[in-house]
């Protein structure tokens, strides 16, 4: 036999010089959900691990995140029901828990990355990431766009270093970064979520917010899950508009996405690994089905193997916790 394979593979010292693809706690964003009150955290009970925090535990929270490693944080508000209306009118609140959340990451670790997520969903009585037409059910695309441009240059002018559009509304990255160019924030990034599926994967997160659609589904605008070409154009789309970072969400099931978006563009690509992705890993462990750590980390790599540069992840404080060692 002329070629061995395997003696690439013999000892760890070969294999790790062989190594392609390495996973590191800078490459992790952790999302963190956030509710009103003081000295609390609430697990959600379908994401095990995962819990609502106050903003003194947020602040905690962000503190060992730090210590870890990781540069980045996501912020998720829980709104109170009696707060939410058709119009998402608490999005815009300059007094309201999403920006406080902000100020209290910035407070704690005034290095530590805050990204922010833009879409109605959170703070809308209708559960949708646009406005509702209440005799039709229609989404309203470009009646959305004022808002969600309201709320981006809100979270940023409170110390949001990265945007997440996650609404998937038509034009919303190019009237977001005319929005900020306008409010002087010519520094803040769009992470952009380019190819964001209509996808079951999303249960256990909307659970945490209180936030799926009281009525219909999002399938008029997140993408059909069969489609890679469609995702292509929202990529080509959300580079014209001022897009910094694209994101491809939920990761797993559509590695092939992130790959194509990788050879295609040369922005960075961010892939999200979602709440049912967590959960699965999470319910197999407890059953005792897979060994939890081995799985997560297999995952995060495989996400930088497909071309990611950085991954949103649930796992992301134990992921850099076993990376330290
Ligand atoms: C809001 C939003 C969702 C997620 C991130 N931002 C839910 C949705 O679109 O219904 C899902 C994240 C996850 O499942 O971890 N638009």
Redesign the pocket.
């Known amino acids: 036999m002329l070629k061995r394979p395997r003696r690439l593979r013999q000892s760890e010292a070969i294999r790790s010089l062989m190594r392609e693809n390495h996973l590191k706690a800078e490459d992790l964003i952790a999302?963190l959900f956030v509710m009103e009150g003081k000295g609390k955290r609430e697990e959600i009970s379908s994401m095990p691990d995962q819990y609502r925090l106050t903003l003194d535990e947020l602040s905690k929270e962000v503190k060992e995140l730090w210590s870890l490693g990781i540069r980045c944080v996501s912020l998720f508000p829980a709104i109170d029901e009696c707060k939410k209306d058709s119009r998402a009118s608490e999005a815009v609140n300059p007094n309201g828990l999403n920006q406080w959340a902000i100020k209290e990451v910035k407070a704690t670790i005034p290095e530590m990355l805050v990204m922010t997520?833009v879409?109605l969903?959170p703070y809308s009585s209708d559960g949708h990431?646009g406005l509702v037409d209440s005799s039709s059910g229609e989404i309203l695309n470009d009646q959305s766009l004022d808002i969600l441009v309201e709320m981006a240059i809100l979270q940023a002018k409170t110390g949001s270093n990265i945007i997440g559009p996650?609404?998937m509304m038509d034009g919303r990255v190019r009237a977001i970064r005319e929005g900020l160019e306008k409010a002087g924030m010519k520094n803040t990034l769009i992470m952009a979520y380019t190819a964001k599926y209509a996808s079951a994967?999303?249960g256990?997160?909307?659970d945490a917010l209180q936030?799926a659609p009281k009525k219909g589904d999002?399938k008029t605008y997140?993408m059909d899950p069969a489609n890679v070409r469609e995702a292509l154009k929202e990529a080509r789309l959300d580079e014209d508009e001022g897009a910094d970072i694209l994101m491809v969400k939920p990761g797993l099931p559509y590695l092939d996405v992130i790959a194509e978006l990788r050879r295609q563009s040369d922005l960075p690509i961010a892939a999200?690994n979602?709440?049912?992705e967590y959960a699965m890993v999470k319910a197999a462990h407890m059953r005792g089905w897979l060994d939890e750590n081995k799985v997560m980390l297999e995952m995060l790599t495989s996400f930088k193997r497909a071309g990611a540069n950085m991954v949103l992840t649930y796992f992301a404080k134990d992921a850099a916790r076993l990376l330290r060692c």
Request: glycine letters at 6%; zero cysteines.
């Open positions: 999302p997520d879409a969903d990431d996650s609404d994967f999303y256990p997160f909307r936030s999002k997140q999200y979602v709440s049912g």
